[in-house]
């Protein structure tokens, strides 16, 4: 049984008495052609051997495709497996991302909420001096006897 690793030897040993090397062909090319590692030779290839009996041979041949579906299936639940776990991590390591970016998010609002609480009390004291700086103005005005009663009217009824 002739490999195809075998048939590459030949053709590579015949060859390499012929090869002239042209300008566009590169070195890395060449020694890729010669460093090349062939894979194992599989198991299901070349494996049939026919037998006289029609029968056994549908029988043998039944038995090999099953073989080779069933070799088939596992490789590719193995490569789904593969690729299931790879997007699992993914998945872990953006979530680990965002679990992340929103407790630095927490941290820098209450590390705000303080500033921005006293603000919040800064500004409502200045506007409680504002209202008693106003009252005080306006408590000092002098009004006239015409204006009075008006003026009692307008604060008695903005004071309910």
């Known amino acids: 049984m002739v490999t195809r690793h075998d048939l590459f030897c030949s053709f590579s040993a015949s060859a390499n008495t012929t090869i002239v090397r042209s300008f566009t062909t590169t070195s890395h090319h060449n020694n890729h052609l010669q460093n090349h590692k062939f894979l194992d030779s599989n198991t299901f290839l070349e494996s049939w051997q026919p037998s006289k009996d029609p029968k056994e041979a549908e029988a043998k041949l039944a038995m090999l495709r099953r ?41 820098k609002e209450r590390a705000e909420k303080p500033e921005n609480w006293r603000m919040k009390v ?37 004071f309910h």
């Open 67 to 107: 073989d080779y579906g069933k070799e088939t299936l596992r490789v590719a639940n193995k490569e789904r497996k593969k690729l299931k776990a790879k997007t699992a991590q993914i998945r872990a390591q953006e979530r680990k991302i965002a679990q992340q970016e929103f407790r630095e998010t927490l941290l």
């Open 122 to 158: 800064k500004k409502h004291g200045e506007v409680m001096v504002e209202k008693k700086e106003l009252l005080h103005r306006q408590s000092s005005m002098w009004i006239d006897e015409a204006n009075l009663k008006a003026q009692i009217l307008e604060s008695i009824v903005s």
